[in-house]
């Protein structure tokens, strides 16, 4: 029985134009790495499973792609144990490796192994898919590419400072400006845990920002629906919902939180951190993005311990974050090394793909046309232009020879899926002067040119 020719649900094939468009923001990513001092790592695609759990949530746990161990898993599992066992005791009998949630989590991985020979404060960039078993949906998908930068053993906060000046300069070289400008929300995981312990909440710390974090989604009404369920008191309750109408205000955010954090240092360590972040911003000019205080952003993975970024797009554009990440001082301590500050941003290629395709911002030439495409009339002919073929390609210009001497009807039904900026027909009467006839696809203008002046192709392709 055949089996049927799909892919698998949340993942996807890339060709053609589309590639070329991914490998265009990739390149522009990758060039503000280098520019700004990262160095470039890449980890396996799968990790032992304890290196991922218990590092992102019970809710990001449960999105984790286990792995199966292999050969007859079950053989020791006693019967009894294949009926009483629930699924999350069932896991490690049956599964001991795990397909990566993230890049951060690697990463510190990688740091406690080699930090005997890593120069401190390691700045490293990394370029690679991750996998969660969400729900597809638009914008989101079970594999998808993170473009992360993150640095390791250093407490500064200049490193915040540096981290949004490189998602200023990505976004502006990707054309997101003026009007189509993306919003880089920034908070504190300080601030957080100080407006739960002021309201006396701090055991429910993580159902609380992860209801706050819901907040664009299900709006005020819905949060506080969902913070009745976890038992609070009425006056709990209305406090919060106090906090609900703060606004956006920078200004009267801040003072909301000076005056709520009266009895709570880490709420006033998490204030402090966010005024001296924005201080040193205003010595620069951001070109891409613009900054928003937003005390519901809570980013629902447990390692963030200090400020957390999350990049909305450009208004008009129904599309989740972009980007994200913040910081994680604890992290390299769940492997046995050293307790290393880290902080780390993110890029969702496939967001910002969907994004930048959304308000035409990929340049014409970027697109998998080719330079030159030349008719085959005969063997002797094609053999007549190899030459020719190979100084082309030398000098940077794509050429495709098609292999097959047949009718020049068939030849432009393939042209017309395959697409070309030049066609040229080596016709035997002028070839004999070495010569070729050439045909602008852009514009039907027809000229004859010399084979031996290669400028000539270049110009015509300009």
Not at 128 to 142: E, L
Not at 225 to 234: A, R, T, W
Not at 420 to 431: I, R, T
């Amino acid at each position: 029985m055949a089996t049927s020719a799909s892919v698998a649900r949340g993942t996807r094939d890339f060709y053609g134009d589309e590639l070329i468009r991914r490998s265009y923001i990739i390149e522009i990513i990758e060039g503000a790495f280098k520019r700004f001092g990262f160095s470039a790592i890449q980890t396996p695609s799968f990790e032992n499973l304890d290196t991922l759990m218990g590092k992102y949530g019970e809710e990001g746990d449960r999105l984790i792609f286990k792995i199966l161990k292999s050969g007859d898993y079950l053989s020791k599992l006693s019967d009894q144990d294949r009926i009483e066992f629930t699924s999350s005791e069932m896991t490690p009998q049956i599964s001991d490796k795990a397909l990566r949630y993230d890049l951060t989590v690697p990463f510190a991985r990688f740091v406690v192994q080699n930090q005997n020979e890593l120069a401190l404060p390691f700045r490293r960039y990394q370029i690679q898919p991750v996998w969660r078993a969400d729900r597809p949906q638009k914008g989101r998908f079970r594999e998808f590419y993170q473009c992360d930068a993150d640095v390791v053993g250093a407490m500064s906060l200049w490193q915040e400072v540096d981290l949004i000046q490189l998602y200023d300069t990505v976004f502006s070289e990707l054309g997101l400006l003026g009007d189509q400008h993306p919003t880089l929300r920034i908070n504190h995981r300080k601030i957080l845990a100080g407006i739960a312990e002021s309201f006396g909440i701090e055991d429910q710390l993580i159902p609380f920002t992860v209801a706050l974090d819901k907040l664009d989604k299900i709006g005020a009404e819905g949060v506080l629906k969902e913070l009745n369920g976890l038992g609070l008191s009425d006056s709990i309750l209305e406090k919060v919902d106090t906090f609900l109408k703060v606004g956006s205000n920078l200004t009267d955010q801040l003072n909301f939180l000076d005056g709520l954090f009266v009895h709570s240092e880490q709420g006033r360590i998490g204030v402090e951190e966010i005024r001296f972040l924005l201080d040193q911003l205003e010595a620069v000019r951001l070109e891409s993005i613009s900054l928003k205080l937003d005390l519901t952003l809570a980013r629902g993975l447990n390692y963030y311990t200090g400020i957390i970024f999350e990049v909305s797009a450009p208004e008009g554009v129904q599309m989740g974050s972009i980007g994200g990440g913040g910081r994680y001082d604890n992290l390299t301590s769940q492997f046995g090394g050293q307790a290393l500050g880290g902080v780390g941003i993110s890029f969702g290629l496939d967001r910002i793909y969907l994004v930048l395709e959304a308000l035409g911002l990929f340049p014409e030439n970027v697109s998998d046309r080719l330079d030159v495409f030349i008719i085959n009339y005969d063997d002797q002919s094609s053999r007549q232009l190899l030459p020719f073929i190979q100084k082309l390609r030398k000098a940077g210009i794509s050429v495709e020879l098609y292999p097959i001497a047949t009718k020049i009807q068939k030849q432009f039904k393939y042209l017309d899926k395959r697409t070309a900026q030049l066609v040229l027909f080596p016709k035997s009467e002028l070839l004999v002067e070495d010569k070729i006839e050439v045909k602008n696809l852009s514009n039907g203008e027809v000229s004859i040119l010399e084979i031996s002046e290669i400028d000539q192709i270049k110009k015509a392709l300009n």
